[in-house]
Each structure stands twice: as structure tokens, then as C-alpha cells.
């Protein structure tokens, strides 16, 4: 069983930065990849993630935080993080890491995954 614990959320005004931390604990398989979804205020979780990275360090974006997000990993503690610049009001959402062993071709698509964090709120307002 895997634990994903998400930090790093907050407001942050138009324009701004956030990182979003993603610590894993357990027993981590071999090979897996770890995503980032989130949900809107008053609307269900997003299929497609914005991003995800595997064991091996491939990264995908959604097209909606190409550019404006990135994804990076801490192997020694399990971390995986998610810098979020020039964020906008509709990245206003509660956001989700999750990880799974079994995917398929970028590890966007929030089915694949069974173990799920708790969720860290973002909120862009001014």
C-alpha cells in the first residue's frame, strides 16, 4: 500500500507561483508514475491530468499548463513536486497526486490510478 500525502496549496493572486509537494511512503513499486488532477469548485475531478512523471523520469503536460507548470521528482524521499507559475483564476481547484504501476501512454487519464493524496486547495483570486 502506498500513502501520497499533497502540501504546498494556498491563494495566490493572478500571475503568481505555487509549488504543490507530493511525499510517498509505503510500499513503492518498481516502476510507476505519479499524477497530478484536480477539481474544480462545484464540478468532478478532471480526467485528463495536468501532469504526470514516471520512475524513469518521463513527464507529460496537459496542454491547458504547458509552459506554466512543471513537474520534477526528489528520489531520495519520494517527492515529487509541481511548480505552478502565471496561474490563472480556472486553476482555481483542489489538486490531487496519485500513483499508479499500470498506465498507459502518458499517465494523464485519472483511471489508471488507485492510490490517491488527500488533495491541496489552490485558489487564484484577486
Known amino acids: 500500500q502506498v500513502h501520497l500525502v499533497e502540501s504546498g496549496g494556498g491563494l495566490v493572486q493572478p500571475g503568481g507561483s505555487l509549488r504543490l509537494s507530493c511525499a510517498a511512503s509505503?510500499?513503492?513499486?518498481?516502476?510507476?508514475?505519479i499524477g497530478w488532477f484536480r477539481q474544480a469548485p462545484g464540478k468532478e475531478r478532471e480526467r485528463e491530468g495536468v501532469?504526470?512523471?514516471?520512475?524513469?523520469?518521463?513527464?507529460n503536460y496537459a496542454d491547458s499548463v504547458k509552459g506554466r507548470f512543471t513537474i520534477s521528482r526528489d528520489n531520495a524521499d519520494n517527492t515529487v513536486y509541481l511548480e505552478m507559475n502565471n496561474l490563472k483564476p480556472e486553476d482555481t481547484a483542489v489538486y490531487f497526486c496519485?500513483?499508479?504501476?499500470?498506465?498507459?501512454?502518458?499517465?494523464?487519464?485519472?483511471?489508471?490510478?488507485?492510490?490517491w493524496g488527500q488533495g491541496a486547495q489552490v485558489t487564484v483570486s484577486s
Open positions: 496519485a500513483l499508479t504501476n499500470l498506465w498507459g501512454d502518458e499517465g494523464l487519464n485519472q483511471y489508471e490510478y488507485e492510490n
Open positions: 501532469s504526470s512523471i514516471t520512475s524513469s523520469g518521463t513527464i
Open positions: 509505503g510500499e513503492m513499486p518498481d516502476i510507476y508514475v
